[in-house]
């Protein structure tokens, strides 16, 4: 059974820093590609990042360039997100993601909260 399940989620400041875990069970980790997503209250999910399953591609949303850094660790079977600069604008519940067995698979979220 796939299983990803996220940690680091909290209440920052503007301008702070998070880091998110994904740690992922059930399939062959390094063999898939995987994604970020986040869902803010009241609208609908919203992609983040992806990487390839070796860590080499990565890829970003506009409004998180430069900001944020998706990477993983396919010998602890773990996925990051490291968020720098967080506004307001980045609170959601973030989720970590992918299509192993071919069917979308996302985890239980951890939410993330940027306010003063």
């Known amino acids: 059974e796939v299983r990803l399940v996220e940690s680091g989620g909290g209440l920052v400041q503007p301008g702070g820093s998070l880091t998110l875990s994904c740690a992922a069970s059930?399939?062959?980790?390094?063999?898939?590609?995987m994604t970020w997503v986040r869902q803010a209250p009241g609208k609908g999910a919203e992609w983040v990042s992806a990487?390839?399953?070796?860590?080499?591609?990565?890829y970003y949303q506009d409004s998180v360039k430069g900001r944020f850094t998706i990477s993983r660790d396919n010998a602890k079977n773990m996925l990051y997100l490291e968020m720098n600069s967080l506004k307001p604008e980045d609170t959601a519940m973030y989720y970590c993601?992918?299509?192993?067995?071919?069917?979308?698979?996302r985890g239980q979220g951890t939410q993330v909260t940027v306010s003063s």
């Open positions: 993601g992918t299509d192993a067995g071919g069917r979308p698979t």
């Open positions: 059930g399939f062959t980790f390094r063999n898939e590609d």
């Open positions: 990487i390839d399953s070796g860590g080499s591609r990565k």
